[in-house]
């Protein structure tokens, strides 16, 4: 029987470890051609440039101009909270959201397409398989900030 706990203590123990370290990796991403890194094929995120209609949103359209548009997205996550801007170009934000409880890190990108006059958008958690819908009601609470 204590042997049986001892392995059981091991395998979560074990578990844990594997979701540290999940969330302490800094994925590769960005754009290249107008397109956003592709989302995997785990359910945990949200994007809008995905044929995956479970995880597809919508993009949403620029402001008066592109200068405009940033500030809105930047003004929106502000509002949100729990996020921290590690990139920015003319045309690309990325930002890490912390959350509050666990501090599981979600990598969330907004690239603004000029040609489109859309802003296109994903978001998706570094650890584990499911975000329980978070990364959606983010987009969806995000998109709510944008559009005041």
Do not use: C
């Amino acid at each position: 029987m204590k042997t049986i706990f001892i392995v059981i203590v091991a395998l979560v123990i074990a578990g844990f470890a594997f979701i540290y370290w999940q969330n302490s990796q800094i994925p590769e991403l960005g754009h290249q051609a107008g397109q956003l890194t592709p989302l995997s094929d785990k359910p945990n995120g949200v994007s809008t440039q995905t044929a995956d209609p479970a995880k597809l949103v919508m993009p949403w359209q620029f402001k008066a101009d592109q200068a405009t548009t940033l500030s809105a997205i930047k003004d929106a996550v502000a509002a949100y909270g729990g996020a921290e801007l590690v990139s920015e170009d003319a045309d690309y934000l990325r930002y890490v959201f912390v959350t509050e409880k666990m501090r599981f890190r979600d990598d969330a990108e907004f690239y603004l397409d000029a040609q489109t006059k859309e802003v296109h958008f994903r978001s998706a958690s570094r650890a584990g398989k499911s975000d329980l819908g978070l990364n959606r009601k983010r987009y969806e609470r995000l998109t709510e900030l944008y559009n005041r």
